[in-house]
């Protein structure tokens, strides 16, 4: 770590200067195809994950655009089909897993003074296997009608319920893509998830105990088990299903002797904690934020920390909660109602937590700052219909309707897109040395709050009425046209935001101000190296005394390292 | 713990070197598994790709030849220290950041909660009298909460004496009573200030907004009935009896302020014992 008037330290020679010029552009693709620097695969993650979230953005926008009026003939129920599959696994595959791996990539070694991951071409290899994973179950399109002239993209929904898999009602090849792209993918997840808990547990810098850590590297290790644990279920499930489809064998075909339940136990194992895999990022990107922009020190560090770990324990252990409705035993239902509302605590006290280092604090609405706090408004709505959807007789009722698809996604994208959004204009200057458009993000806030409200709690209502999921049309007698309506014109808000996200992010990647090493006047590691930061991180290994080394470099005369 | 001094120089910083190798072998890789829906060549040949990248890889794990030295960059703006100094937020004593120290004996909730119920209820039958001039028919709407088939009774019937309506509702009227009651006496200490207020006024009013929203459910028979003027009048007066009643009970001590040692009930030389004065 280096202090002011330390100048003449590094070893390293002259700094290139921009008089260097630009290479070609094909040396330029090769070095990002061989690159295995931790910086770069983690903006690749990130970009692919954005472009997939378009892609995703578009599916969902023509799914609401079938659904906005009764009767409508946009799409067929096939293309329907097709479209809620797709949307569905590339926004939980493709979008959430990149990007959190991306930033997690970006971050942990910068935040706990490393020069690389632990395995750096493992890492290469896990955003590889990812990328031609993805592009494997989009090969579908073209690829899913196979040697009987059926199918196109997979039409099963994200979570691929048995019997619809089976031969008999899946013909074609487009259930086989879907289980093999999202197979290639995760295994590379897997070796990412691995890298970083070999790298938080094995490569930290002097003084960074693990009580020393910053909450991110800690929730981002968690959220690495998690990932270790719950994705070999579903990449043996998906075999199993193979072995089903194209070997003849009976796993999931209970008229042969096999059990539909089966797949569902083995899927929602990885799917719920594949939900906190998920939101997990989301809580460490704002664990990060808020303290910042509310100039004080996070509340309740250690109880932060065992609420982690109790969310990543607990999630092990609620997934039957999908499973309510299918008739399993009132004592099964009883234990998971009651395991689904335990995890409410340590997400509770994670809440109470961000809201107490807000109060008293200095707080900076910027951009980040605003995505965090509208992060923590629906994330509390999502949470507290979650709450409802755990209690049984109350998931009978709204059981595969639109309150749930309005529920997860006040989880999900008011949770995890908020928390991804608010992360974007908060590191963005670090990796690309510009800042992005205040302006512009505040006009998306905006924009966005009143779409995704619009839309997803719209969907809560004609949940309630009694939609269910999953229809491509509906009668005009059964009440749901406005809540349709209104569902859809909040896509056009939600365009509209991510079109200025979209136009932000590229005009300030040339236009933007410059950034400086710390904007924000944050407190990690990360912020104390250039914007962006070289290829080997820091000229020093750093040596740090508190869990916010900058705070004690800038206050010398009051550092943490004294209270903690 | 010392000041943050300076760490050494790093002499030499090496990189792993920029390889194709693990794109080479997820390529292959996933050519392999797209073989089994496309065709064996396929896989065929995503199997030779995947060993080519191995090897390479292999060959590159070797440490001694394949790592590269870092390339000079641009030096990080040295971090300075402030002089702007820090603030401190400062414990104000007067606000609320901790559990009270004292509370009302939950004792003073149940009483308050039964005196409350039985104001209430001489208000609500004195409404019935007045207005139609039966004592059961506010008692028998009150049973509609549990007995369905109230609802479909006539005002006749309502107005005359039905054994299961009185016990029913007095039943209702009991548990509701002690059961808010309770819930003043645990809420109250924690109010800021204008406890009968919030005792009297506020909560009857959220309660009666609550009833109103969802009575048609609970009760369709009340909800024909309701004069929601004496409803809420009903309430206020349980407010009013239960929250004095509550407020005039003394406090007793929590245990918020003792010592952990003390709460654990840990006897030895230097702790004081349960509940003693300091």
Not at chain 1, 8 to 22: D, M, Q, W
Not at chain 1, 312 to 336: E, R
Not at chain 1, 391 to 416: A, E, K, N, R
Not at chain 2, 22 to 39: K, R
Request: with cysteine; aromatic share 14%; proline share 6%.
């Amino acid at each position: 770590m280096r202090l002011a008037g330390d100048s003449e330290v590094s070893t390293l020679e002259t700094p290139i200067g921009p008089a260097t010029g630009r290479p070609p552009f094909l040396s330029q693709l090769h070095e990002w195809v061989t690159t295995v620097d931790h910086k770069k695969l983690g903006s690749m993650y990130v970009v692919c994950g954005i472009i997939y979230m378009i892609i995703a953005g578009l599916e969902a926008s023509m799914m609401r655009w079938q659904l906005a009026w009764p009767g409508q003939t946009v799409l067929t129920p096939e293309e329907f089909n097709r479209l809620f599959t797709m949307h569905g696994t590339t926004m939980v595959f493709f979008v959430g897993m990149p990007i959190l791996l991306g930033s997690a990539n970006i971050m942990i070694p910068l935040m706990i003074g490393a020069r690389d991951l632990a395995f750096p071409r493992l890492n290469a290899f896990g955003f590889w296997l990812f990328l031609f994973g993805s592009i494997l179950l989009y090969f579908s399109y073209f690829g899913g009608q196979g040697l009987y002239g059926m199918g196109s993209a997979p039409d099963v929904g994200w979570f691929a319920y048995a019997p619809l898999t089976e031969r008999t009602y899946s013909r074609g090849h487009s259930t086989d893509y879907w289980i093999l792209g999202i197979f290639v993918a995760g295994i590379g997840s897997t070796a990412t998830g691995i890298n970083f808990i070999a790298t938080i547990l094995g490569m930290r810098c002097r003084g960074m105990t693990l009580m020393k850590m910053p909450l991110f590297v800690w929730i981002m290790l968690v959220d690495a088990i998690l990932i270790v644990i719950a994705l070999p279920p579903l990449a043996a499930a998906q075999i199993m299903l193979l072995f089903d489809r194209l070997l003849g064998a009976h796993f999931f075909d209970a008229q042969a002797g096999g059990s539909a339940l089966l797949w569902q136990n083995l899927f929602w194992f990885f799917g719920h904690p594949e939900v906190y895999i998920l939101i997990l990022p989301a809580f460490a990107y704002v664990t990060e934020i808020i303290p910042v922009f509310s100039r004080k020190v996070i509340f309740g560090y250690p109880l932060m920390v065992a609420a982690t770990v109790a969310i990543g324990f607990i999630s092990l252990g609620v997934w039957v909660h999908h499973m309510f409705s299918v008739g399993l035993s009132p004592l099964i239902n009883a234990i998971f109602m009651a395991s689904t509302m335990l995890v409410g605590v340590p997400t509770g006290i994670k809440m109470f937590n961000w809201t107490a280092t807000m109060i008293g604090g200095k707080i900076r609405f910027d951009t980040p700052m605003l995505f965090s706090i509208g992060f923590l408004c629906q994330f509390l709505m999502g949470g507290l219909t979650g709450i409802f959807l755990a209690t049984v007789p109350f998931d009978w009722q709204v059981s595969d309707s639109y309150f749930v698809v309005g529920h997860f996604h006040y989880v999900l994208f008011g949770g995890l897109i908020f928390g991804i959004l608010a992360a974007t204009f908060y590191w963005y200057p670090k990796v690309t040395g510009r800042m992005m458009s205040e302006t512009l993000g505040k006009w998306q806030f905006w924009l966005l709050i009143i779409g995704f409200n619009m839309t997803f709690g719209a969907m809560h209502v004609s949940g309630l009425l009694g939609m269910p999921r999953r229809i491509y049309t509906y009668q005009t007698e059964r009440g749901w046209d406005l809540w349709n309506l209104l569902t859809s014109i909040g896509v056009i808000f939600q365009i509209a935001a991510f079109t200025l996200f979209a136009i932000n992010l590229l005009h300030s990647a040339f236009k933007g101000r410059r950034a400086g090493d710390d904007p924000w006047d944050a407190w990690t590691l990360e912020w104390s190296t250039t914007s962006p930061p070289p290829a080997h991180n820091f000229d020093e290994d750093p040596v740090v005394y508190s869990r916010r080394p900058l705070w004690d470099l800038k206050h010398p005369e009051d550092p943490d390292w004294k209270y903690e | 713990m010392t000041e943050p001094t300076h760490t050494k120089n790093i002499r030499e910083i090496e990189l792993p070197q920029p390889t194709a190798s693990p794109m080479v072998t997820a390529f292959g890789f996933t050519l392999m598994v797209a073989g089994i829906v496309t065709n064996w060549i396929v896989a065929i040949v995503g199997c030779v790709i995947m060993f080519v990248g191995i090897v390479k890889w292999f060959g590159q794990s070797n440490p001694e030849s394949k790592e590269m030295p870092a390339v000079p960059a641009p030096k990080p703006t040295p971090i300075v220290p402030r002089v702007d100094g820090v603030a401190h937020l400062i414990s104000d004593s007067g606000h609320r950041a901790r559990l009270p120290l004292a509370i009302h004996p939950y004792s003073a909730g149940i009483v308050g909660g039964l005196l409350g119920g039985v104001v209430m209820a001489l208000v609500a039958v004195g409404w019935s009298l007045a207005m139609h001039g039966s004592l059961w028919y506010t008692v028998n709407l009150l049973a509609g909460c549990m007995l369905s088939d109230f609802a479909e009774q006539t005002t006749e019937q309502l107005y005359a004496f039905q054994t299961a309506g009185i016990i029913v509702g007095v039943m209702i009227q009991l548990v509701m009573s002690v059961s808010v009651g309770l819930l003043y006496g645990v809420v109250m200490p924690l109010l800021p200030r204008l406890h009968l207020l919030f005792a009297a006024i506020l909560i009857p009013l959220m309660w009666s907004g609550l009833t109103w929203a969802s009575i048609s459910v609970i009760n369709p028979a009340l909800s024909e009935h309701i004069n929601w003027l004496w409803f809420v009048i009903s309430q206020i007066s349980f407010g009013i009896v239960t929250g004095w009643w509550i407020i005039r009970s003394e406090k007793v001590s929590t245990m918020q302020n003792w010592h952990y040692l003390e709460r654990m009930g840990i006897d030895s030389p230097g702790v004081r014992k349960m509940g003693e004065a300091e």
